[in-house]
């Protein structure tokens, strides 16, 4: 990716100093209505007006890639969408083309100059994988013109542009990653990700009420929460915030426009890369849970070298991502090898398996589970203490909840367990690890 460029290491987050460059993303919840974006148009003049530079990436309107999509499908009812891939592309990206058209209309109501660009236009240039296109490169020449010209660039979330001029889109929550790469590339002091919620928790208040909002996450555990079944941010815009370097921060987007903004610039969690000694005192920073993971056994498989590629090689070619694997100890020639899947891949890979690989392998039988989910402590304190992972397996089994297979990384350590028992083990583990206490 040429254009983007790293960012330095020293990240300018000074808001009072005037011109400072500021991308804003908004979900599509805070684009819901007109009266949303109405208040988002505000807010962005708020900022502007302050003396930033300010380019913004909407989403479409809640609900409306569902809307589009789901037209497609009562057109083509007994295919599969697959074979529409260009297309439904095509299609999808007018959503955040509405709502970015829409928010320069409010903008300019404001008196505010604005100019609003599919992704295209700009260019944000992809590669040719439909419906999960990845950015390739940025063109910032047009963008940067206008923002000196003293107008607010909106660019289309979610969406780019091929090398045969095909509209991409980058799969769901693209428009997180479309807000991260044009801050990359631009150089931006901070990208703003505007949500429903007002930062990073230390697992979903939904399950935990006593679940607390942190200032700071650092960048690897925002991965691995990501990762793991948090929904605050899409994984691949948190890949791409590490590889350059980009500051981000969570905040919401429901507080009132007017707010002072030198008290918004530091609300919600700012996401790090600075590990600083007070971030270090937490153990476990936070919870992650999954619940759309299935758990597939292939029992009585040889215990020969090259097993695992046999099986996995041909679940990859299918372009099914695997997530846990454990491979159990051989007895008389022969093992159980177990992986999960996300739960909408269930079907297809079973499928797979008993046609194609279970007749080569020569292997008993292939048996799953849907109703599994995930659990995950994540933590950067981990790498310095010993004993987190006994601790988490006795909170769990002081519950009575059994653990069916287990993943570590230098920061998380994650189960698979049923799924009943879900919500009873983030509350448990949660309590454990004292998460519902004011950090030092």
Same mark, same amino acid.
């Given at each position: 990716?040429?254009?983007?460029?790293?960012?330095?290491?020293?990240?300018?987050?000074?808001?009072?100093?005037?011109?400072?460059?500021?991308?804003?993303?908004?979900?599509?919840?805070?684009?819901?209505?007109?009266?949303?974006?109405?208040?988002?148009?505000?807010?962005?003049?708020?900022?502007?007006?302050?003396?930033?530079?300010?380019?913004? /990436?909407?989403?479409?309107?809640?609900?409306?890639?569902?809307?589009?999509?789901?037209?497609?499908? /009562?057109?083509?009812?007994?295919?599969?969408?697959?074979?529409?891939?260009? +297309?439904?592309?095509?299609?999808?990206?007018?959503?955040?083309?509405?709502?970015?058209?829409?928010?320069?209309?409010?903008?300019?109501?404001?008196?505010?100059?604005?100019?609003?660009?599919?992704?295209?236009?700009?260019?944000?240039?992809?590669?040719?994988?439909?419906?999960?296109?990845?950015?390739?490169?940025?063109?910032?020449?047009?963008?940067?013109?206008?923002?000196?010209?003293?107008?607010?660039?909106?660019?289309?979330?979610?969406?780019?542009?091929?090398?045969?001029?095909?509209?991409?889109?980058?799969?769901?929550?693209?428009?997180?990653?479309?807000?991260?790469?044009?801050?990359?590339?631009?150089?931006?002091?901070?990208?703003?990700?505007?949500?429903?919620?007002?930062?990073?928790?230390?697992?979903?208040?939904?399950?935990?009420? +006593?679940?607390?909002?942190?200032?700071?996450?650092?960048?690897?555990?925002?991965?691995?929460?990501?990762?793991?079944?948090?929904?605050?941010?899409?994984?691949?815009?948190?890949?791409?915030?590490?590889?350059?370097?980009?500051?981000?921060?969570?905040?919401?987007?429901?507080?009132?426009?007017?707010?002072?903004?030198?008290?918004?610039?530091?609300?919600?969690?700012?996401?790090?890369?600075?590990?600083?000694?007070?971030?270090?005192?937490?153990?476990?920073?936070?919870?992650?849970?999954?619940?759309?993971?299935?758990?597939?056994?292939?029992?009585?498989?040889?215990?020969?070298?090259?097993?695992?590629?046999?099986?996995?090689?041909?679940?990859?070619?299918?372009?099914?991502?695997?997530?846990?694997?454990?491979?159990?100890?051989?007895?008389?020639?022969?093992?159980?090898?177990?992986?999960?899947?996300?739960?909408?891949?269930?079907?297809?890979?079973?499928?797979?398996?008993?046609?194609?690989?279970?007749?080569?392998?020569?292997?008993?039988?292939?048996?799953? %589970?849907?109703?599994?989910?995930?659990?995950?402590?994540?933590?950067?304190?981990?790498?310095?203490?010993?004993?987190?992972?006994?601790?988490?397996?006795?909170?769990?089994?002081?519950?009575?909840?059994?653990?069916?297979?287990?993943?570590?990384?230098?920061?998380?350590?994650?189960?698979?367990? %049923?799924?009943?028992?879900?919500?009873?083990?983030?509350?448990?583990?949660?309590?454990?690890?004292?998460?519902?206490?004011?950090?030092?």
């Amino acid at each position: 990716m040429p254009t983007l460029g790293r960012q330095n290491t020293v990240i300018q987050r000074l808001f009072h100093i005037k011109m400072a460059l500021i991308v804003h993303k908004y979900g599509g919840t805070s684009m819901g209505s007109p009266e949303r974006i109405q208040s988002v148009a505000k807010r962005v003049a708020k900022w502007a007006r302050a003396g930033h530079q300010m380019v913004v /990436v909407p989403s479409a309107m809640s609900g409306e890639t569902n809307r589009l999509l789901g037209l497609a499908k /009562v057109l083509a009812p007994s295919k599969t969408t697959d074979a529409y891939h260009r +297309e439904l592309d095509a299609l999808a990206a007018t959503g955040e083309q509405a709502s970015s058209a829409l928010l320069a209309i409010a903008l300019q109501a404001e008196g505010m100059a604005s100019v609003s660009y599919a992704g295209w236009q700009v260019p944000i240039k992809t590669n040719s994988a439909f419906t999960k296109a990845r950015i390739e490169s940025i063109d910032d020449k047009k963008v940067r013109a206008d923002l000196a010209a003293g107008k607010v660039v909106i660019v289309t979330g979610f969406q780019g542009v091929d090398p045969e001029g095909n509209i991409t889109t980058l799969g769901r929550g693209g428009s997180d990653t479309s807000a991260v790469a044009v801050a990359a590339a631009m150089k931006a002091a901070e990208c703003l990700i505007y949500t429903d919620v007002d930062g990073v928790y230390t697992t979903d208040p939904r399950v935990v009420p +006593e679940a607390r909002r942190l200032h700071t996450v650092s960048f690897e555990e925002m991965l691995e929460m990501a990762s793991m079944g948090s929904k605050v941010l899409q994984i691949r815009s948190v890949e791409f915030a590490g590889k350059y370097k980009v500051p981000l921060r969570v905040l919401s987007s429901f507080t009132p426009w007017d707010i002072n903004i030198d008290e918004e610039a530091k609300s919600g969690t700012l996401i790090t890369f600075e590990e600083d000694e007070q971030m270090e005192q937490a153990i476990v920073s936070g919870i992650a849970f999954n619940r759309d993971e299935a758990k597939i056994s292939i029992l009585g498989v040889p215990d020969t070298p090259g097993i695992a590629y046999q099986i996995l090689g041909a679940v990859a070619d299918a372009n099914i991502e695997v997530d846990i694997i454990i491979q159990n100890v051989s007895k008389d020639g022969k093992t159980d090898f177990s992986f999960t899947v996300h739960r909408n891949d269930y079907a297809k890979t079973i499928d797979l398996l008993k046609a194609s690989v279970l007749p080569k392998l020569g292997a008993q039988e292939v048996v799953g %589970d849907t109703k599994i989910c995930k659990v995950s402590i994540v933590g950067i304190g981990m790498r310095s203490h010993v004993g987190v992972a006994s601790k988490m397996f006795r909170a769990l089994s002081e519950d009575g909840i059994n653990i069916q297979m287990i993943s570590t990384s230098e920061i998380k350590t994650s189960v698979v367990i %049923d799924e009943k028992y879900m919500e009873l083990a983030v509350r448990a583990l949660h309590k454990a690890f004292d998460l519902d206490q004011s950090a030092a």
